[in-house]
């Protein structure tokens, strides 16, 4: 126990080890990088990308400082502060009967097959998404489960489905392809967590969460949809 309060209050040497599960919206974790080398490069941060169940065992065993994840349901001794919210997006081929909305109304989107994150592998993304699809009568039609989200694109593209993803990402991974329009429905959004064991947090890690909060405020760069 003291050699786990000596650690936290060092902050580890001035690193940060900071784990990823799941699809962690990587323009945000970019942002946040950028904000955390130009107001503290003196403290080194660490990325670990690991499943949930592996990063919640590692917060309670010392392993990481902190985690981003999509999941806000925790056990007693790791704490969930919700810190990035991103609308959802679908993703729709090129010449598809959808592309008439600007902002497609979910009814329409569950009459056609979809391309969904398999919840063996992310778990707590396909939680938000069937959230999702409970609001509409319609029952959905799963044309595959994916297990990565480029693997989703590129089905998508082919034309097996309609797909979501976080409006986050979706300057990185454009493609003639591909079209993104928004839901016509403002509470369709994904929300990323930053978990952290309960107790002290060291003062590099105080900031850090601070600077997650404020990436998570930034305007991001999603709006270049056809």
């Known amino acids: 126990a003291q050699t786990k309060t000596r650690a936290v209050a060092v902050g580890h040497r001035g690193t940060l080890r900071i784990a ?3 699809g962690v919206g990587r323009t945000r974790l970019s942002a946040l990088l950028a904000l955390c080398r130009e107001e503290a490069p003196e403290v080194g941060i660490r990325l670990f990308e690991a499943p949930l169940s592996q990063v919640v065992g590692g ?31 679908v993703a729709i081929p ?4 959808l592309l008439a909305h600007k902002r497609v ?12 994150c398999h919840p ?26 994916v297990t990565t989200h480029s693997l989703m ?6 034309g097996s489905g309609i797909g979501f993803s976080s409006a986050a990402p979706v300057p990185t991974y ?5 079209i993104f329009r928004p ?20 003062e590099s890690l105080r900031y850090f969460i601070d600077r997650a909060q404020r990436a998570g405020h930034m305007t991001m760069d999603t709006q270049r949809t056809p």
Do not use: I, K
């Not at 109304?105 to 969904?116: C, K, M, R, S, T």
């Not at 694109?153 to 082919?158: G, K, S, T």
């Open 105 to 116: 109304p979910l009814e329409e989107v569950v009459g056609y097959p979809l391309v969904l």
């Open 183 to 202: 839901l016509d429905d403002d509470s369709a959004t994904l929300t990323t967590y930053l978990l952290h064991p309960d107790g002290t947090l060291s």
């Open 59 to 89: 917060l309670g065993n010392d392993l990481y400082d902190a985690a981003f994840a999509m999941a806000g349901e925790m056990a007693a001794g790791v704490v969930a502060r919700p810190v990035w919210q991103d609308p959802l997006v």
């Open 20 to 22: 990823l599960a799941g």
């Open 94 to 97: 090129a010449r598809h009967p």
């Open 174 to 178: 454009r493609q003639a392809e591909l």
């Open 153 to 158: 694109l590129a089905l998508v593209a082919a």
């Open 120 to 145: 063996q592998v992310c778990a707590e993304c396909s939680r938000q998404c069937e959230r999702l699809l409970r609001l509409v009568e319609t029952p959905s039609v799963v044309a595959e489960y």
